[in-house]
Nanobody
C-alpha cells in the first residue's frame, strides 16, 4: 500500500510565502509523476502544478508565483508558493502516479490535503 502525507499549510498574509511538502511511503518501486491540486469550498478540485520526467506544468493562475520540485531519493514533492493571494485559499492535495513493482502498472494515489488560508 502507498500513503501520501502533505504538510506545510497554514495561515499567511497576502504577499507572503509557504512551502508545501508531500512524502510518499509504502510499497513504492518508482513514482512516474507528482501533482498538486487545490479545492475551495463549493468548487471543483483543480490542477495547480505537475512534475515528471517530461518537465513541469502550471495552472495559469499560479505561473510565476509557484514552483513545483521533487526529491526522488526521498519520494517527496514540494510546492513553493510566493506572492500569495486570498484567492489561493483552498485545501491543497498531493497526487502521485506510483509503480509498486517492476512489472506492474502505475496507479494514482491522493493525500488527505492541507489547508492554506491567505488573508488580505
Amino acid at each position: 500500500q502507498v500513503q501520501l502525507v502533505e504538510s506545510g499549510g497554514g495561515l499567511v498574509q497576502a504577499g507572503g510565502s509557504l512551502r508545501l511538502s508531500c512524502v510518499a511511503s509504502g510499497s513504492i518501486f518508482s513514482i512516474n509523476a507528482f501533482g498538486w491540486y487545490r479545492q475551495a469550498p463549493g468548487k471543483q478540485r483543480d490542477l495547480v502544478a505537475t512534475i515528471s520526467s517530461g518537465g513541469t506544468n502550471y495552472a495559469d493562475s499560479v505561473k510565476g508565483r509557484f514552483t513545483i520540485s521533487r526529491d526522488n531519493a526521498k519520494n517527496t514533492v514540494y510546492l513553493q508558493m510566493n506572492s500569495l493571494k486570498p484567492e489561493d485559499t483552498a485545501v491543497y492535495y498531493c497526487n502521485a502516479d506510483v509503480k509498486t513493482s517492476g512489472w506492474g502498472p502505475t496507479y494514482m494515489h491522493w493525500g488527505q490535503g492541507t489547508q492554506v488560508t491567505v488573508s488580505s
